[in-house]
């Protein structure tokens, strides 16, 4: 499944009618925008590899109970239909929520590696150096979506029967800065049908 997840990351980020660099310039300008593509694009692209160390985590007797919860969701969302950011339409860009989540509670536990002994895989450990970069980037970017995916992080520290539906149910709403990319590729989209469907039509003008 990863490998699988690496591969098509690798190839949405090497195609270049992917939407990723124009939905950041649409959010934030095109001068704004060569501060956040880079950075968020490694963070997705390193979204497998931490992926593998929160399950590798996950089954650490030396996690906290909260922790173990967090990794928990952490899989339970990328698994859920529902999310923040729909990768349909939005191609790279769409799956800046799946590794934002990914990515805070990567650093989450991290931040308790002095107490529980965790540590990074080897490999791992220049990225472990980069994650609290990306997350402020990412907050920058698009604060709502964020701001809705912290509280759902905190709610699931303290979900004690596991039970995360109610808390995934949540990103089904998206936020205002999603729903105003979806809803323009959306308009554009309807431009082009409305053209098209003029098209059909016999002008009656003489000609």
Do not use: C
Not at 29 to 53: C, D, F, K, N, T
Not at 93 to 118: N, Q
């Amino acid at each position: 499944m990863l490998n699988a997840l690496k591969n098509q990351l690798k190839l949405m980020a090497a195609d270049p009618k992917d939407p990723f660099t124009s939905t950041i310039r649409k959010l934030v300008g095109a001068r704004e925008a060569v501060h956040y593509e880079g950075p968020l694009r490694r963070m997705i692209l390193a979204m497998p590899s931490m992926i593998a160390q929160i399950r590798g985590w996950f089954f650490e007797s030396e996690s906290s109970a909260p922790s173990r919860r967090l990794h928990g969701f952490a899989m339970a969302y990328l698994y859920s239909p529902d999310d923040l950011l729909p990768e349909h339409g939005l191609g790279l860009f769409g799956y800046l929520d799946d590794a934002y989540l990914v990515a805070k509670v990567y650093h989450r536990s991290m931040s308790e590696a002095d107490s529980t002994g965790l540590r990074p895989f080897p490999e791992d450990e220049k990225l472990s150096q980069e994650v609290s970069q990306w997350i402020d980037l990412a907050k920058r970017l698009l604060p709502e979506e964020t701001a809705a995916m912290d509280r759902m992080l905190d709610d699931a520290a303290h979900k004690r029967d596991g039970n995360f539906s109610e808390l995934l149910s949540r990103a089904a709403k998206g936020g205002r800065a999603v729903r105003r990319l979806v809803g323009g590729m959306s308009n554009h989209r309807r431009l082009f049908q409305d053209a098209a469907a003029l098209r059909q039509f016999p002008r009656n003008d003489g000609h």
